[in-house]
């Protein structure tokens, strides 16, 4: 008989919060547990309120859909960097990404979704062929978010030079969201100069994060959020487990830690920044 696979068990939830504060990025819809069991498991450590984020048409539709239902969770929608040029060197063609972005922009019209996201560039794991598609697909969620009054949620991956340009050409929305940020702390003091939200994930725990640390040491606490982007980069020491929101207590712990701020005011600063960035 065939040995079954060995399960990874859950990491422990932590110690509860004092302040109450949002998973500014999560994708409940990767991760084990159901939507009611994941705020509620998120709830009993001190985070109330959750940003879902959709990465394709379809994913941004159950997004939409779980934000509609559960009073704790917010939406935000769009087609992830990676996702536009798999549609546009796809069979459709570039009529099949700009069938996409328009159902993206009704989406984003709805109540319930308050930011346009994850958007922008990834050039990791997109090669040079994809860029244009890319870039196209950014500047189109660029205009989507200013002309709605939404949020803009950025994923930038190894393309740091040109979402800046990009932001600058086009003109970043009011509220601009650096989800996962992944620039050192020149980048870090250009975003603040701009007035730009940094959120910073589970990764930032990791040993070898030094540049990362960097960066959140030089981000004032005005403009800082904290996610999990779950079900991936959960933090130092249970790095390889799945991630899920009840863990963000061990990030914005660390978090403090650099910012040498006490946890609670550091807690105060995030969840501020977080209703002022999406608007609830």
Known sequence: MEKSAKTVEPAPPPAPLNVPVADSH?????????????????????????????????????????????????????LHPNEAPRLALGEGGPKALDAALEGIAELAARPEVLGVGETGLDYYRTGPEGRDAQQYSFRRHIELAKRLDKALVIHDREAHD?????L??????????????????????????????????????FKNARPLRDALAAAPPELLLVETDAPFL???????RPNAPYLIPYTLRAMAEVKGMTEDALAGHIAANTARAFGY
């Not at 040109?162 to 990009?166: E, G, M």
Request: charged share 20%; aromatic share 8%; hydrophobic share 50%.
């Open 26 to 78: 999560t994708h409940i819809d990767m991760q084990d547990a159901g939507v009611a069991e994941t705020i509620a498991a998120a709830a009993e450590v001190g985070v109330t309120t959750l940003i879902q984020v959709g990465c394709d048409l379809e994913r941004s539709r159950w997004s939409a859909r779980a934000a509609a239902e559960h009073d704790a969770v917010w939406a935000a929608v769009a």
């Open 168 to 205: 600058e050409e086009e003109g970043a929305p009011e509220r601009t969201v650096f989800h996962c940020f992944s620039g050192d702390a020149a980048m870090a003091k250009v975003c603040a100069a701009k007035g730009w939200f940094m959120s910073f994930a589970g990764n930032v725990t």
């Open 162 to 166: 040109d979402v800046l340009r990009i």
């Open 234 to 240: 959960t933090p130092a020491p249970y790095r390889g």
